[in-house]
């Protein structure tokens, strides 16, 4: 395994939230990557691998994930204040000529960062997403807020279960640890997040589809249970410049199942301009 080539590490205050970010490589697009819920800048480490000898990677985490800490209210943070750590995590490593690379949720914050902020992002790609929950994940969600809190360990055997099957033993693993060491706080914000999603109903509720003018790149796994194809389809068909690709045998974390879903990112970041 490369050695991944660490040129910054620093923090940023954002109102109520520490970020910690992480910086490599200094050339070519600036490729700004966007965690899942209760993920971290970790997710991110063979993509890095492949990407920094040639382009601009940076990493951080939001309020309740890696080493970021909230110094005052509630651990979860608003759409708004994701966005806002967005764009203070771009302003603090001077990011520019930005491509907004997401997982999951991290792509709603990208969306809502683009309508918002259109002259910075040459082009968003986004893997693992969809407008509404389906039957899977609502299932999935309300199983997981119902259990007692001590059950950590078979909290975590639901997540994996339900969309984590095709993922490598280490990262099973790294799941159930992760829930074991979990704070009763952070675990509230995570079942808080949860209950979000499924009273949102739709992303549309979020995020004003017509609004986003940079070409969009959907990334999804065949094998994805929580993501429907068809939703997929329809959340392409609402972004004016949109494209998808269904990428065969992986599921909902792409990338952490199979390393050669790189080779599709490498193809798309080839056809962008610096």
């Known amino acids: 395994m490369k050695v991944l080539p660490a040129i ?20 070519g697009l600036h490729l700004v990557c966007l965690n ?15 990407f920094s000898q040639d382009h601009k990677i940076i990493l951080f985490d939001f309020p309740g994930q890696g080493k970021s800490s909230v110094e ?18 771009i ?18 914050v990208a969306m809502v960062f683009a309508t918002k902020y259109p002259q910075l992002v040459k082009r968003l790609i986004l893997a693992g997403m969809g407008t509404r929950p389906n039957k ?34 280490q990262i099973k693993e790294r799941i159930s640890k992760q829930f074991s060491a979990m704070s009763k706080e952070s675990l509230r914000a995570f079942c808080e997040h949860g209950l979000f999603i499924l009273s949102a109903k739709s992303l549309g509720d979020i995020v004003d589809f017509k609004n986003i003018k940079v070409e969009t790149i959907l990334l999804n796994g ?3 249970t ?3 194809l ?18 065969k045998n992986v599921g909902h974390f792409l990338h952490l199942e199979d390393d050669n879903v790189l080779d599709i990112y490498s193809d798309i970041l080839s056809t962008i301009n610096n």
């Open 36 to 50: 899942g819920v209760q993920q971290s800048m970790a997710m991110w480490h063979s993509f890095v691998s492949r």
């Open 136 to 169: 899977k994940m609502v299932e999935t969600i309300k199983k997981g807020c119902n259990m007692d809190d001590r059950e950590r360990k078979a909290m975590a055997q639901v997540l994996i279960k339900s969309f984590g099957e095709n993922l490598p033993g």
């Open 8 to 27: 910054t590490k620093g923090q940023v205050k954002i109102k109520r939230f520490i970020i910690p970010y992480r910086v490599y490589g200094n050339d």
């Open 226 to 228: 929580i993501i429907d």
């Open 230 to 247: 068809e939703d997929v389809k329809f959340l392409a068909a609402q972004i004016p410049n949109c494209k998808m690709k269904i990428i």
């Open 91 to 108: 302003k603090a490593t001077g990011a520019s000529n930005i491509v907004l690379c997401s997982a999951s949720w991290g792509g709603v």
């Open 72 to 89: 005052s209210g509630s651990l979860s943070a608003s759409i708004d204040e994701q966005v806002e750590i967005l764009s203070g995590v």
């Open 222 to 224: 065949e094998k994805d």
